[in-house]
């Protein structure tokens, strides 16, 4: 009786470790300014896309709603180049006592943590630890895992499904966080997302790609967004609504600096659980 409790509570903590995984999510860049003069809706929009390629680094906030989990409050830091690493502080609201919690992903593994409740299941340790080189493999760790695939994406390329839009229209201008911005919105398909970088390279290609999966995954095929972008043409903030398979998205994304330093270390191995060897212990259970 005592294993088959200790295998349910893990395979609870292991739940709630996902969850949060799965709600990590996007990025590009703000800058101060006026708005570029002489440039079309659809121009900016590309231009602002087109700048992204430039970042190394970034911190953002992101607020919303999101399929199953409800809404969501996070701020994060993510590097992109040399090598990638984030770290993450969420809070969901409403899943209570168990909304709160800290992603890092660093030196090729995801670690979730700083929950308390998650710590009352796995023996006092504070962390999970999941190694993002199972995913892919046969019988691997990452098709039973949701969320993880997306934890190694730069999610600055959610920011350029606008440019492929058909109907891309300027709203007007506003401040965000101090900033002027020009704000533009329009309605785009998984179809026309995936038409508008095919004549990129091909790292870009694959990473938006990545990025656009995620969001066929949730069941949703049609986005509508909304941009704004400052006057050295990065975007400041935007925000994507679409209906999926398990209920709506709304998330909104401002960005608060790029290209500073980032670095994220992993926590310590004594307060550290392998996630990969709970989720082994609960299948077999």
Request: net charge negative; charged share 25%; aromatic share 4%.
């Amino acid at each position: 009786m005592r294993s088959s409790v200790r295998r349910s509570a893990r395979s609870r903590a292991i739940g709630a470790g996902l969850a949060a995984v799965a709600l990590a999510a996007g990025a590009v860049s703000c800058a101060k300014g006026e708005e570029s003069p002489k440039m079309t809706p659809a121009a900016a929009v590309a231009k602002a896309a087109k700048n992204t390629e430039a970042i190394t680094s970034f911190r953002y906030r992101m607020t919303g709603e999101v399929p199953e989990q409800g809404q969501i409050k996070a701020t994060a830091s993510m590097r992109i180049k040399p090598t990638v690493a984030m770290s993450m502080k969420m809070t969901a609201p409403d899943q209570g006592a168990a909304g709160t919690a800290e992603i890092r992903l660093v030196d090729k593994a995801m670690y979730i943590g700083g929950n308390a409740e998650m710590a009352k299941e796995m023996d006092g340790k504070s962390w999970l630890k999941f190694d993002l080189s199972a995913l892919g493999e046969e019988g691997g760790l990452g098709a039973t895992a949701p969320g993880a695939g997306q934890a190694d994406q730069n999610p600055a390329s959610e920011s350029t499904f606008l440019t492929g839009a058909k109907d891309v229209k300027k709203v007007g201008t506003e401040t965000v966080d101090g900033v002027q911005t020009t704000h533009y919105s329009g309605t785009v398909t998984a179809d026309d997302i995936r038409n508008s970088f095919k004549g990129e390279d091909k790292a870009t290609r694959e990473q938006r790609e990545k990025s656009l999966d995620q969001y066929e995954k949730m069941g949703i095929d049609e986005l509508t967004m909304d941009m704004w972008v400052d006057g050295d043409d990065h975007t400041k903030q935007f925000r994507m609504k679409g209906d999926a398979d398990k209920g709506p998205l709304d998330m909104t994304i401002t960005f608060l600096d790029y290209n500073k330093p980032v670095t994220v270390t992993a926590p310590p191995a004594k307060d550290t659980a392998d996630l990969a060897e709970m989720m082994k212990e609960a299948q077999a259970g």
